[in-house]
């Protein structure tokens, strides 16, 4: 993948707005401001390019857009680390 570290963030945004249960949505973000959608917009469009081919299918055990089970526990982990998984 050929995506910079900023470029693997707006991605995991639009895979995050896609991919969490509205409650833990609600506790992850609690006061703090929604991200506009030019951001899940721009998101959308690098995850088409780079991220679709593996994470719509879950080909090689990749984490499925959508998954509520999988995302926000990858993600409350670390985000440098799913950065790091990435590359």
Do not use: F
């Amino acid at each position: 993948v050929d995506c910079t570290d900023n470029q693997i963030r707006m991605a995991v945004d639009y895979i995050m707005a896609n991919s969490r249960d509205p409650i833990i949505l609600q506790r992850i973000e609690g006061e703090k401001a929604v991200k506009p959608d030019t951001s899940l917009a721009h998101g959308e469009r690098i995850y088409q390019k780079h991220c679709a081919s593996c994470h719509d299918s879950g080909l090689a055990g990749a984490p499925k857009l959508g998954d509520t089970s999988v995302w926000p526990k990858l993600v409350e982990k670390n985000i440098d680390v799913v950065i790091k998984n990435t590359l």
